[in-house]
Structure formats: structure tokens, C-alpha cells
């Protein structure tokens, strides 16, 4: 019969046996029981169908993890076999661990944008207008990185009267991810117009500082309207969905958000030129204004209402002239015919009575008493009147005369014949 040993020296056994034989070994399974304590390590369970093995990563590995370990992801790991002597139980103690299927920073790169989408940090109607004339821009970047030469290159260029605040960041390595953090904090306290955060082209891991969640937020916090410029065309970081504006590279950004002086000088000169057009316009439109309110204020002076009142007693006084001399000519021609009648109706009258004169004439020479030679012709006077023997009545006294002799009678009878 062998000598029995204790619990303790079996385990110790074990864990010598174990922790020298599986030094180091990879092991692929899906994820469960994710425990991320407070001391920073981190705990969880590698299981395949049939069965199931307790892992750890300490603090130190864990740190250098690019993405999140989450329930039910594949995972492959590497690690050594470690016994727990107290309990006489084994886990693999992970040093590092790779999403199975896919890299590390791209699962990384994905749940962090999911992440950052649901806390509506990509959000557009939260982006920050662009100022269309930029007065500053703080540059966020490296001073001896190619990109900030290129940057000022086009800054020169397009719009020399921009100013550009240089603020100095490292742009790659594990302490990036803090210095570009403090360098937007530090931009946005200088008041510019504008942050552009950038950096040139490299691989996914040169340019991972720009993927880490604090630099996310850093950019969502800051005050200023900030522009991402990371990388190349093809390069997709997070800081390109959170920032107000993306551009596909640090030159195109100074391109996109500095107006061109080419352009700018063309659309002055095209201004200037409307605005002689339009002012040439005016003063046009102007001076016939003040050309009629002068017509309108000249025909409603006093001395033009005289001057018309005037005018108008001239036309009314030339029409009275014209109208008397029409009405004197007339009543002269009038008179002429009038007077040209009168001399004929007055010569026919005279001719007339010239004949009822030669007439009368005639009949008074033919019936003058002193031609006449019959002896008993007499006229009677009654009452000083000529009248008739019939109307002489008895004892009437009456004159008979001749013309020669008068003689005084009184009738003594009246008999008729």
C-alpha cells in the first residue's frame, strides 16, 4: 500500500505537472460569463459544445485589448495553464486574445461606432455649421508630420488672411490617443473659428488614436466646429463621424472649409461691376425722379400758377379779339349789306316818292285853283275847316272863298236835290 499524500501535495503536483507541460497554448471557443472587475481584470468562461474552461486576464493584458469582450463572442486566445492550489482548480491565464473570423481593431473599430451611433453622437442635426470665412483654425497635429506642411501649403494658397494656430500633438503610438485629447481641449479654448484634427496616411494600427472613444468624445464636447482629416480617401475613422465635417485628407480640409482667393477676387470684380451697373441704374432712375418732382414742383408753384393763370387770361383775351374782330367783321359786312340795301330801298323810295311828288306835283299844278277859269268855283270854310255844302245847315254862318276874294254867308234854308 502506497503512503497516501495530502490534498495540498496533490495539488501542488498537479499544478506542477499542468503549468509545466501547458506553458503556452491557443485555444479557440465562444465567450461566456464576462466579468470586468473593478481591480481591471478581467474574468470570463471558454466553452465549445461539450465543454467549458475558466480564464483570466489580468489587468496589465487586459489594457492592451482593442476591443470589448462581450457574451458570445469567438474568440481565439493564448495563454499558460495555471493551478489554483486551495481549490485544486485549473484556468488558463490569457495573455493575449484575437476575435476569431476577424482582427482585433476592426471588431474594436465596429462596436465602438455602434456604441457611439446609439449615444447619438453621428447624429446630423447636432453638427456644427462650418464659418464660411474662417478668420483662425487650430491645428490639432504633429509639427514634423508631412500632413501640417501640406495644410499650410493650401492655407497659403486659397486664403493667406486665415490665421493658423499650430497646436503640437503626437498623432501615433499608445500615448496618443491622451496628447490628441488635450490638444482639442486646448483648441477649443483659443476661441478659432475652426479645429482640424489631422494627421497623414499609415496603417490601421498608426492610425488607431483616432478610433479611441476619449478622443470621440473630446470632439462631440468641444465648443468649436471641428473638422477630421485623417489618413487618406479610403481611411474611415470614428473621429470622421463624430466631427462636425469629415475630410478624406488633411489638404482636402483646408481646401473645403477655406474660401478660394481666386474665386473670391473674380466674385468681387463681378460685384464691383453690379454694383456700378446697379448704381449707374439708380442714379438714372433717380435724376428722373428728381427730374419730375422739379416738373411737378415747377408746375405747382405760385409763379407757375401765375404764369399759367397768366397764359391763360392771354389765350382767353386773344380768343376775346379774335372773336370781336370776327364779330366786327361780320357786323361791318352786315352794315355794308345793310347799307347797300338802305341805298337801294332808300334810292327806290326816293324814286318812288320822287314819282308820287311828280305825281302829286302834276295833280296839284292840274287842280291849282289859280288855273282854274270857271267862275263859280268856291271853297267852303265852316269853323275855319274846309268842308261841304251839305254840311252846312240853316242859319249857319260859313265863308265862301276864292283866291281871290273871301265872302262871309249865312245859309237861309237847306234843301235837298
Same mark, same amino acid.
Given at each position: ?310 397764359? %391763360?387770361?392771354?389765350? &382767353?383775351?386773344? =380768343? ?6 370776327? /364779330? $366786327?367783321?361780320? *357786323? @361791318? !359786312? %352786315?352794315?355794308?349789306? &345793310?347799307?347797300? =340795301? ?6 327806290? /323810295? $326816293?324814286?318812288? *316818292? @320822287? !314819282?308820287?311828288?311828280?305825281? &302829286? ?57
Amino acid at each position: 500500500m502506497q503512503t497516501p499524500i495530502s490534498v495540498s501535495e496533490l495539488n501542488n503536483q498537479i499544478k506542477s505537472l499542468l503549468e509545466s507541460t501547458f506553458v503556452s497554448v491557443y485555444v479557440e471557443g465562444e465567450v461566456s460569463r464576462v466579468t470586468y472587475h473593478s481591480s481591471g481584470h478581467l474574468y470570463f468562461t471558454l466553452k465549445d459544445k461539450n465543454s467549458s474552461i475558466s480564464c483570466v486576464m489580468f489587468r496589465g493584458n487586459n489594457q492592451r485589448l482593442k476591443f470589448r469582450v462581450e457574451e458570445g463572442l469567438k474568440v481565439i486566445i493564448q495563454g499558460a495553464v495555471s493551478v489554483y492550489t486551495p481549490r485544486g482548480s485549473y484556468q488558463i491565464n490569457c495573455i493575449s486574445m484575437e476575435p476569431s473570423g476577424s482582427g482585433a481593431l476592426a471588431l474594436a473599430y465596429e462596436q465602438l461606432k455602434k456604441k457611439l451611433e446609439a449615444k447619438g453622437y453621428f447624429k446630423d442635426e447636432i453638427k456644427k455649421s462650418i464659418p464660411k470665412y474662417p478668420k483662425s483654425i487650430a491645428l490639432v497635429t504633429s509639427k514634423t508630420g508631412a500632413a501640417l506642411q501640406d495644410m499650410l501649403r493650401v492655407a497659403k494658397k486659397r486664403w493667406p488672411l486665415v490665421k493658423i494656430i499650430l497646436v503640437n500633438t503626437l498623432v501615433q503610438g499608445d500615448e496618443a490617443k491622451y496628447s490628441i485629447v488635450n490638444g482639442i481641449k486646448k483648441a477649443d479654448l483659443l476661441k478659432a473659428d475652426v479645429i482640424v484634427v489631422s494627421r497623414g496616411g499609415g496603417s490601421l494600427e498608426d492610425l488607431w488614436a483616432f478610433n479611441e472613444e476619449i478622443v470621440a468624445d473630446a470632439i462631440y464636447e468641444a465648443k468649436t466646429p471641428v473638422v477630421s482629416a485623417i489618413g487618406h480617401e479610403i481611411d474611415f475613422m470614428i473621429s470622421d463621424f463624430v466631427a462636425d465635417l469629415r475630410a478624406p485628407t488633411p489638404s482636402a480640409a483646408m481646401e473645403m472649409i477655406l474660401p478660394d482667393k481666386i474665386e473670391m477676387l473674380l466674385y468681387i470684380d463681378n460685384m464691383l461691376q453690379n454694383f456700378h451697373l446697379s448704381f449707374k441704374r439708380v442714379i438714372l432712375k433717380k435724376n428722373e425722379e428728381l427730374k419730375h418732382l422739379f416738373y411737378a414742383y415747377k408746375q405747382n408753384s405760385f409763379l407757375q400758377k401765375i404764369e399759367l393763370f397768366q397764359n %391763360e387770361a392771354n389765350a &382767353l383775351l386773344l =380768343r376775346y379779339k379774335e372773336s370781336m374782330e370776327f /364779330i $366786327l367783321q361780320k *357786323k @361791318e !359786312q %352786315e352794315v355794308l349789306t &345793310l347799307n347797300e =340795301r338802305l341805298h337801294q330801298k332808300l334810292s327806290q /323810295i $326816293l324814286i318812288q *316818292k @320822287e !314819282q308820287q311828288l311828280s305825281m &302829286l306835283l302834276d295833280s296839284y299844278q292840274a287842280n291849282d285853283p289859280k288855273k282854274r277859269v270857271k267862275e263859280s268855283f268856291a271853297q267852303i270854310i265852316k269853323n275855319d275847316k274846309p268842308t261841304t255844302l251839305e254840311a252846312i245847315e240853316p242859319n249857319e254862318v260859313f265863308s265862301l272863298i276864292t283866291p281871290t276874294t273871301k265872302l262871309k254867308a249865312k245859309a237861309i234854308s237847306k234843301t235837298k236835290l
